[in-house]
C-alpha cells in the first residue's frame, strides 16, 4: 500500500500568515491527490484534487502543487474559517489512503 | 444537490453484526463508484472500501477484508455496509462518499454526514 506522510502534523499560525503543509507519497502517484479539510464533528470537505486543481467554491487562498511524491498545499493569507484539520489522499490505486493529518491552530 | 445520508449506525457487542446504508440523491446514483471512510474518535481518516458504479467490482482494505461486505441497489439509490465479527477497533463515525472522475482518476467529492458505530460490550 503506498503510504502518505504529512508534516508537520500539526501547525499554529495568526490570521493573515502563509502556511503550506506538505504531503510525501512511499512511491510515485503522478498526480492522483486530493486536499480535504475537516472541522470538528463534520465530516471532510474537498479542497483540491488532481493536486492542483481548486475545487468550485473553494476560495482562491487555497492552492496545491507538486507531482510524483512531493506535494503541497497552502493557504496564502490564514481565515479565521481556515483553522481545521487538513488531510491529503491518494487516488492513484488501491487502497485508498490519507496522510495522518495537519491540524492547524490559532497561535 | 447532492445529499448523502447514512443510517444504522450505533451501540454492539464485539462479535456482532450490523449494516450500514447510504442513500443518496441530487445525482445519477448509478452513474457513480461510491466509498466508505471512518474515523475512529479523535483519529484520522481511514479509507474502507469501493464498489464501482455497477456493483461488479469491490476493494476493501485489509483491516475489514472478510468481514465487511459492500453492496449498492441503484433503483433504491442506495448503499449498503455489512459488518460482521465487529471488534472495538472498528469503532468510528463511517462516511459514505460519492466519487467523481478527472484526468489522474477518481477521487471523492462529496461525503456524507456519518453514522457513529460503537462496538464494546
Known amino acids: 500500500a503506498i503510504r502518505l506522510t504529512q508534516s508537520p502534523s500539526s501547525l499554529s499560525a495568526s490570521v493573515g500568515d502563509r502556511v503550506t503543509i506538505t504531503c510525501r507519497a512511499s512511491q510515485g502517484i503522478t498526480s492522483a491527490l486530493a486536499w480535504y479539510q475537516q472541522k470538528p464533528g463534520k465530516a471532510p470537505n474537498l479542497l483540491i484534487y488532481d493536486a492542483s486543481t481548486l475545487e468550485s467554491g473553494v476560495p482562491s487562498r487555497f492552492s496545491g502543487s507538486g507531482s510524483g511524491t512531493d506535494f503541497t498545499l497552502t493557504i496564502s493569507s490564514l481565515q479565521p474559517e481556515d483553522f481545521a484539520t487538513y488531510y491529503c489522499q491518494h487516488f492513484y490505486s488501491y487502497p485508498r489512503t490519507f496522510g495522518q493529518g495537519t491540524k492547524l491552530e490559532i497561535k | 444537490q447532492v445529499q448523502l445520508v447514512e443510517s444504522g449506525g450505533g451501540v454492539v457487542q464485539p462479535g456482532g453484526s450490523l449494516r450500514l446504508s447510504c442513500t443518496a440523491s441530487?445525482?445519477?446514483?448509478?452513474?457513480?463508484?461510491m466509498h466508505w471512510v471512518r474515523q475512529a474518535p479523535g483519529k484520522g481518516l481511514e479509507w474502507v472500501a469501493f464498489?464501482?458504479?455497477?456493483?461488479?467490482?469491490?476493494y476493501y482494505a485489509d483491516s475489514v477484508k472478510g468481514r465487511f461486505t459492500l453492496s449498492r441497489d441503484n433503483y433504491k439509490n442506495t448503499l449498503y455496509l455489512q459488518m460482521n465479527s465487529l471488534r472495538p477497533e472498528d469503532t468510528a463515525v463511517y462516511y459514505c462518499a460519492k466519487e467523481r472522475s478527472s484526468r489522474y482518476g477518481d477521487f471523492l467529492d462529496y461525503w456524507g454526514q456519518g453514522t457513529l458505530v460503537t462496538v464494546s460490550s
Open positions: 441530487g445525482f445519477i446514483f448509478s452513474s457513480y463508484g
Open positions: 464498489i464501482r458504479y455497477d456493483g461488479n467490482n469491490k
